[in-house]
C-alpha cells in the first residue's frame, strides 16, 4: 500500500461510520415501504447518488458500484412505476370512451329503429292514401269513359289500370328506400360499438405490456437476491 493510498483508506472508513445510521434507516424503515413507493425511490436514489460521488472521489470502486446499482435500481423502478400509471390512466380513459360509446351506439340504434319505424308507417300511411286516390281516379275515369263510346271508355280504364300499377311500383320503391336508409344508421351504430372495443383493446395492450415490465423487474430482483 502506497503512504497516499492511507488518506483515502481513513476516509473510506469514516464514510462507512457515517453511513451506517442511513443503512438502518433503508433497512428498517424505506425497506417497508412498497418497492414503487415515492419516498422510498427517492431515499434510495439520494444514498445511491452519495455512494456514487463519495466512491468516486476516494477512489472506492465497491461504494461506486453500488451507489451506481441504486441509482439504477430507482430509476427502473420509477419508470415501471410510470407505465403502470400510465396503462392505468389510458385503460380508465378507454373504459370511459367504451362506456359514452357504447350508451351512444345503443341511443343511435334505438333513434334509428324509431325512425325506421315511423318512416315505414309514414310510407305505408301514403301509400295507403295514394292507392285510395289512384282507386278513386281509376273509378272516376272508368266512369267518365262510361260516357263516352265503349271503345273510348276501355282505353280509358286500361290507362288507367296502368297508372294505379305505376303509382304502386313507386309506391314500393319507396318503402326499400326508407328501409335501406334504417338500415345505414343501424350499421353505422355499429360501427361506433366496434370503434369503442378496438380502444378498449388497445388499452389491454399497453396494460399487458406494464404488467410483463413489471414482471420482469420483479424476476430480476429475484436473480439478484
Same mark, same amino acid.
Given at each position: 500500500?502506497?503512504?497516499?493510498?492511507?488518506?483515502?483508506?481513513? /476516509?473510506?472508513?469514516?464514510?462507512?461510520?457515517?453511513?451506517?445510521?442511513?443503512?438502518?434507516? =433503508?433497512?428498517?424503515?424505506? +425497506?417497508?415501504?412498497?418497492?414503487?413507493?415515492?419516498?422510498? /425511490?427517492?431515499?434510495?436514489?439520494?444514498?445511491?447518488? /452519495?455512494?456514487?460521488?463519495?466512491?468516486?472521489? /476516494?477512489?472506492?470502486?465497491?461504494? =461506486?458500484?453500488?451507489?451506481?446499482?441504486?441509482?439504477?435500481?430507482?430509476?427502473?423502478?420509477?419508470?415501471? &412505476? !410510470?407505465?403502470?400509471?400510465?396503462?392505468?390512466?389510458?385503460?380508465?380513459? +378507454?373504459?370511459?370512451?367504451?362506456?359514452?360509446?357504447?350508451?351512444?351506439?345503443?341511443?343511435? !340504434?334505438?333513434?334509428?329503429?324509431?325512425?325506421? !319505424?315511423?318512416?315505414?308507417?309514414?310510407?305505408?300511411?301514403?301509400?295507403?292514401?295514394?292507392?285510395?286516390? #289512384?282507386?278513386?281516379?281509376? !273509378?272516376?275515369?272508368?266512369?267518365?269513359?262510361?260516357?263516352?263510346?265503349?271503345?273510348? #271508355?276501355?282505353?280509358?280504364?286500361?290507362?288507367?289500370?296502368?297508372?294505379?300499377?305505376?303509382? =304502386?311500383?313507386?309506391?314500393?320503391?319507396?318503402?326499400?328506400?326508407?328501409?335501406?336508409?334504417?338500415?345505414?344508421?343501424?350499421?353505422? &351504430?355499429?360501427?361506433?360499438?366496434?370503434?369503442?372495443?378496438?380502444?378498449?383493446?388497445?388499452?389491454?395492450?399497453?396494460?399487458?405490456?406494464?404488467?410483463?415490465?413489471?414482471?420482469?423487474?420483479?424476476?430480476?430482483? +429475484?436473480?439478484?437476491?
Amino acid at each position: 500500500m502506497k503512504i497516499t493510498d492511507v488518506p483515502f483508506a481513513v /476516509l473510506r472508513f469514516q464514510y462507512q461510520i457515517a453511513r451506517f445510521p442511513l443503512q438502518v434507516i =433503508e433497512e428498517r424503515v424505506v +425497506a417497508r415501504l412498497d418497492d414503487e413507493a415515492p419516498a422510498r /425511490l427517492m431515499y434510495e436514489r439520494s444514498l445511491g447518488m /452519495l455512494d456514487l460521488a463519495v466512491g468516486n472521489a /476516494l477512489c472506492a470502486p465497491e461504494v =461506486e458500484q453500488r451507489g451506481a446499482a441504486l441509482i439504477e435500481r430507482s430509476e427502473a423502478l420509477r419508470r415501471a &412505476a !410510470q407505465l403502470d400509471a400510465t396503462a392505468e390512466t389510458v385503460r380508465e380513459a +378507454a373504459d370511459a370512451d367504451l362506456e359514452s360509446t357504447r350508451e351512444q351506439a345503443a341511443r343511435d !340504434q334505438q333513434q334509428a329503429e324509431q325512425d325506421r !319505424q315511423r318512416e315505414i308507417k309514414e310510407a305505408r300511411q301514403t301509400a295507403s292514401e295514394r292507392k285510395q286516390n #289512384a282507386a278513386q281516379n281509376a !273509378q272516376k275515369r272508368a266512369a267518365d269513359a262510361k260516357e263516352h263510346a265503349d271503345q273510348v #271508355a276501355a282505353q280509358r280504364v286500361k290507362a288507367a289500370e296502368t297508372a294505379r300499377r305505376q303509382e =304502386e311500383a313507386v309506391i314500393k320503391a319507396t318503402e326499400k328506400s326508407v328501409e335501406k336508409i334504417a338500415q345505414t344508421k343501424l350499421d353505422d &351504430a355499429a360501427d361506433k360499438a366496434g370503434a369503442a372495443a378496438a380502444k378498449r383493446s388497445q388499452a389491454d395492450r399497453i396494460e399487458d405490456l406494464a404488467q410483463t415490465e413489471k414482471e420482469k423487474r420483479q424476476q430480476e430482483r +429475484a436473480a439478484k437476491n
